[in-house]
């Protein structure tokens, strides 16, 4: 019964270190996480910023009140303060707002090209949304998709005064000039036009008169 008891005790006592040991390694592991979580917010502040472009001239104008990209624009520009949580509810709404902005692009930069890297641009803000909600954060990681957004907006912009300056040929360069220019090249070198086809002389069929041709005599 001693022994037993003994025993008891024992596993009792290897249980209750077995579990304070547990907890001091669970809290340690926390401490080190706050103090990871700690830098990584650090260089979060020090280095979030987008660096998106502005619209020429021409492009506002065919832009009119796009107010889906003014939202988006605002939301990029402002840096969230606090901790990760203010970080991962940022570019949670910078996802809402991309993907709104898709959806209402201007008629006039309604295009396949458009369309495409602005497919590209709300893909790299969801990883970036997904990369923020890693624990630990990987900071690198993120500043390199960051970068990769801003390339996608002005790739968007720069596709924006393409299709203008694509749609402005004609009048830029001018076009019914150039129509006039070929004419008169057309007209200094007539033997240069193709000729209508000659007209073909049927040969004249020569009549015999009757008893003047070849005779030939029937066999007996």
């Given at each position: 019964?001693?022994?037993?008891?003994?025993?008891?005790?024992?596993?009792?006592?290897?249980?209750?270190?077995?579990?304070?040991?547990?907890?001091?390694?669970?809290?340690?592991?926390?401490?080190?996480?706050?103090?990871?979580?700690d830098?990584?917010?650090?260089?979060?502040?020090?280095?979030?910023?987008?660096?998106l472009?502005?619209?020429?001239?021409?492009?506002?104008?065919?832009m009119g009140?796009?107010?889906?990209?003014?939202?988006?624009?605002n939301e990029m520009?402002q840096?969230?303060?606090g901790?990760?949580?203010?970080?991962?509810?940022?570019?949670?709404?910078?996802?809402?707002?991309?993907?709104?902005?898709r959806n209402?692009?201007p008629?006039?930069?309604?295009?396949?090209?458009?369309?495409?890297?602005?497919?590209?641009?709300?893909?790299?803000?969801?990883?970036?949304?997904?990369?923020?909600?890693?624990?630990?954060?990987?900071?690198?990681?993120v500043?390199e998709?960051?970068g990769?957004?801003?390339?996608?907006?002005?790739?968007?912009?720069n596709?924006?005064?393409?299709?203008?300056?694509?749609?402005e040929?004609?009048?830029e360069?001018?076009?019914?000039?150039?129509?006039?220019?070929?004419?008169?090249?057309r007209?200094?070198?007539?033997?240069?036009?193709?000729?209508?086809?000659?007209?073909?002389?049927?040969?004249?069929?020569?009549?015999?008169?009757?008893?003047?041709?070849?005779?030939i005599?029937?066999?007996?």
């Amino acid at each position: 019964m001693k022994y037993l008891k003994a025993v008891i005790i024992v596993l009792l006592s290897f249980a209750l270190f077995s579990c304070e040991d547990d907890q001091q390694q669970r809290i340690a592991q926390a401490k080190r996480i706050e103090r990871q979580n700690d830098s990584i917010v650090k260089a979060l502040n020090k280095n979030w910023k987008f660096s998106l472009p502005t619209a020429s001239a021409k492009a506002q104008q065919q832009m009119g009140s796009w107010n889906e990209w003014d939202q988006l624009r605002n939301e990029m520009l402002q840096k969230p303060a606090g901790d990760l949580s203010a970080y991962r509810q940022k570019t949670k709404n910078l996802v809402a707002k991309a993907e709104m902005a898709r959806n209402t692009i201007p008629a006039a930069f309604s295009k396949p090209q458009v369309k495409s890297r602005f497919d590209v641009m709300v893909t790299k803000i969801k990883s970036l949304h997904t990369f923020v909600g890693v624990d630990p954060v990987p900071a690198k990681k993120v500043f390199e998709i960051m970068g990769s957004i801003d390339k996608e907006a002005a790739s968007i912009f720069n596709q924006f005064d393409e299709i203008i300056r694509i749609k402005e040929i004609p009048k830029e360069e001018g076009e019914q000039e150039m129509l006039k220019a070929l004419d008169t090249v057309r007209m200094a070198n007539p033997e240069a036009q193709p000729q209508p086809p000659a007209s073909i002389s049927q040969p004249t069929r020569r009549i015999t008169p009757a008893g003047h041709g070849n005779f030939i005599r029937p066999k007996n």
